[in-house]
């Protein structure tokens, strides 16, 4: 079949989804939200700081945990959808949708590498068009198959949106010293995204009880897997 | 005025309901015409045989969703112009990627039992798109129907454009999918 005739077979699709389609207005205004932030992008960089600061939590802990259980034994469970970030000590995480509507995990691979307390988190466009990300990011934790967030002391993003095209790859490097000393565990980058809240990328790495950090290639599988068990 | 009240008009053969028409749909038929042309002339000129072609429909036909139907009759007009301008030579214009686009759900090649199968094919996707969510069914009409190119699209849901290209590029291959899977040789 020739493509403009399945053009035509849609013609005739129900006459309800063409109004459906014509009268359609999103609830959230997030359009409106955009817009705002794109001026306050603006602003920032006309200032020359492009820096947001956004408390997580309180300030970090005084005495680093000596294991992640230990350190999140008294963690309070936020059912709500967001986090309480009024509140000391640690908070359920979000469990975002992978990647909410936007390129997809299939098509947005990532990889990440601790150096010290840097994490170097590579983004590998594999689709055909433009990804646009952001440098927004937050560290969380698994424990008993809950992720939480990880407290932090203040820390900046540049409120800016960048660009790959297709095919390209891009290395963005995350700061985890606001986070303290981080007790062996299994850890998560929430990153990517436009907004702490909005397309959210995990870059996922553990910290082993040696104190040696394990990153993770693009397919999830920690550095080194060969496929053998 | 009410759609009602503009079919009442064409039923009592009153020209105001063509200025009528104009008044409130004159705009959308535009924007559907010029989606698939890109061409200011050739879409005034499909919006126009468009109020002629309802002129001629009503009666006797008594459409329930009057933008429904005035939209499909431009469309109609405007896919016609658009393969009589486009017979020899390949367009710039937003249809073209529509058109590429959907060469990923059919082959591309003529089909000459096309018309027998063609009522069933639209069935088949009416309840395809009965299974989607209206997000993603109003992208997909919007791509497809309307042939809103993607930033219109991202613009009216109030999302990325990354997000609207990926959600129709999967929905065309679901309906692919689903297709081939009710028996249809695409």
Known sequence: MRQIDFLEVLENIDDKYIEEAETYKKARKRADV????????????????????????????????????????????VTSEMP????????????????????????????????????????????????????????????????????????????????IGPGADITMTYDLSPFGELAPGDYRIACGGPTFNENVYYAYFTKTDDGVFIGTDPTGYPEGYTGET | MEDENIIRLYWDRDEAAIEETSRKYGRYCFAIANNILFNREDSEECVNDTYVKVWESIPPKRPSIFSAFIGKITRNISLNRYKLNNAEKRG???????????????????????????????????????????????????????????????????TSENNISVSVRRIRNNLRDYLIGRGFEL
């Open chain 1, 34 to 77: 955009r817009i705002l932030l794109a001026v306050a992008a603006s602003l920032l960089v006309v200032i020359g700081v492009a820096a947001n600061f956004v408390r997580l939590a309180l300030k970090k802990k005084e005495v680093p945990p000596t294991t992640a259980r230990q350190a999140f034994t008294e963690a309070e469970t």
């Open chain 1, 84 to 163: 309480a970030t009024t509140t000391p000590g640690f908070t359920e995480a979000y469990n975002f949708e992978p990647v909410n509507d936007s390129l997809g995990t299939q098509f947005i691979l990532v990889s990440v590498r601790l150096e010290g307390d840097k994490a170097n988190v590579k983004f590998t466009n594999i689709s055909d068009e433009p990804w646009s990300f952001g440098e927004y990011y937050r560290l969380e934790v698994l424990i008993e198959g809950q992720w939480y967030y990880v407290p932090s002391e203040d820390y900046a993003v540049h409120d800016l949106m960048h660009e």
């Open chain 2, 92 to 158: 710039g214009n937003e249809m073209t990627v529509v058109l590429d686009e959907v060469r990923e759900i059919v082959s591309g090649e003529p089909d000459p039992e096309e018309e027998a199968i063609r009522a069933d094919l639209t069935a088949a996707v009416n309840d395809f798109l009965a299974t989607l969510s209206v997000e993603k069914r109003v992208m997909f009409v919007r791509r497809y129907w309307y042939a809103d190119d993607v930033k219109s699209i991202a613009s009216r849901m109030g």
